[in-house]
């Protein structure tokens, strides 16, 4: 069974940092494009910021310069740091992957649960 966990999400205020992480299990995770996505209440989720499977990153423009998004393989792990924080970055985060499930091995689109983070002004 695949797992996505995220972790790291709080309160903070404007201008401060926040490092998100998401550890996989169940997945061939080094093979697989893994990615942050937020939805905001009332809005639609969107892609923040994404890492292929051979360290290519793409980040959605708003968050250009202030969000850097890495993997560690060896953990099966992926982070988000967060600098200079707007509240418009609040939202709850999921961590997103496409890979091969371990148990199934069959592609798969899988999500965590998400984690909380909200900016104060």
């Known amino acids: 069974q695949v797992q996505l966990v995220e972790s790291g999400g709080g309160l903070v205020q404007a201008g401060g940092s926040l490092r998100l992480s998401c550890a996989g299990s169940?997945?061939?995770?080094?093979?697989?494009?893994v990615g942050w996505y937020r939805q905001a209440p009332g809005k639609q989720r969107e892609l923040v910021a994404a890492?292929?499977?051979?360290?290519?990153?793409n980040y959605r423009d708003s968050v250009k310069g202030r969000f850097t998004v890495s993997r560690d393989n060896a953990k099966n792990t992926m982070y988000l740091q967060m600098n200079s924080l707007k509240p418009e970055d609040t939202a709850v985060y999921y961590c997103?992957?496409?890979?091969?499930?371990?148990?199934?091995?069959?592609?798969?689109?899988?999500w965590g649960q998400g984690t909380q983070v909200t900016v104060s002004s």
């Open positions: 997103n992957a496409k890979g091969w499930g371990i148990a199934t091995m069959r592609p798969g689109d899988y």
């Open positions: 169940g997945i061939t995770f080094s093979f697989s494009d």
């Open positions: 890492i292929s499977s051979g360290g290519s990153t």
